[in-house]
Each structure stands twice: as structure tokens, then as C-alpha cells.
């Protein structure tokens, strides 16, 4: 049975830090990456970071580097995503998602993710 769930959003004030947890597991691919993104109200859905499972490679966006962490832990079938010194603009719904593809290169692509989990709310308070 196919298990993709985020957790660990809530209410945090501008400058704290945060660790989102994307349970993923029961695929039958051979190896698959999974993506976490986020949609911030009235915006598109972006990418944020990918890891591949296999491997434990990770890519992460230009735009959240230096803030934004994603960690695999195949053990416990669950990435991690840690975001520190937090932002009113990083308030948003977080979404991770699973793909069969270990090609980095392909993470920011909506389009090569297969799953969907059904996202946790971030909110950012300044």
C-alpha cells in the first residue's frame, strides 16, 4: 500500500526553524526520488528540494539554499525537509512527492512526480 503523507507544519515567528516529515513508502519502483514544494496563497506550486532514495543525492532550488535541507532516511521510509531562519514568505502549503526518477537534473519538473501527498501548512508569523 502506496503511504505519502507530510507533517510538521504549524505556526512558527519569523526567524525560527522548522522540520517537515514526508513518509513515503509501499512503491514498487526500483528507485524513486522524492520532492518536496510548496504553494504559497495566490501563487503556483513550486519545487523547493528533491533526494534521491537510492543514493541519498539532493538538489535543492536556487531560491531556498542556504535555508532549506533535505534529508533521507531510508531506516524510517522518510525525508526530511528542515527550513531554518523561517520567513513570513515562506508561509505556504508543503507537499512532498515521489517520482520514478533518481536524475536530479529532472527534480523542479511537476511533471515526472507520480504521487502526491495531501500537504501541511506552514505558516510564518512576523
Known amino acids: 500500500e502506496v503511504q505519502l503523507q507530510a507533517s510538521g507544519g504549524g505556526l512558527v515567528q519569523a526567524g525560527g526553524s522548522l522540520r517537515l516529515a514526508c513518509v513515503a513508502s509501499?512503491?514498487?519502483?526500483?528507485?524513486?526520488?522524492v520532492g518536496w514544494f510548496r504553494q504559497a496563497p495566490g501563487k503556483e506550486r513550486e519545487v523547493a528540494a528533491c533526494?534521491?532514495?537510492?543514493?541519498?543525492?539532493?538538489w535543492h532550488a536556487d531560491s531556498v539554499k542556504g535555508r532549506f535541507t533535505i534529508f533521507s532516511d531510508n531506516a524510517r521510509d522518510t525525508v526530511y525537509l528542515t527550513i531554518t531562519d523561517l520567513k513570513p514568505e515562506d508561509t505556504a502549503i508543503y507537499y512532498c512527492?515521489?517520482?520514478?526518477?533518481?536524475?536530479?537534473?529532472?527534480?523542479?519538473?511537476?511533471?515526472?512526480?507520480?504521487?502526491w501527498g495531501p500537504g501541511t501548512l506552514v505558516t510564518v508569523s512576523s
Open positions: 533526494a534521491s532514495r537510492s543514493d541519498g543525492m539532493s
Open positions: 512527492a515521489v517520482g520514478n526518477f533518481t536524475l536530479l537534473g529532472l527534480c523542479s519538473d511537476q511533471i515526472f512526480y507520480d504521487y
Open positions: 509501499g512503491f514498487t519502483y526500483d528507485d524513486y526520488s
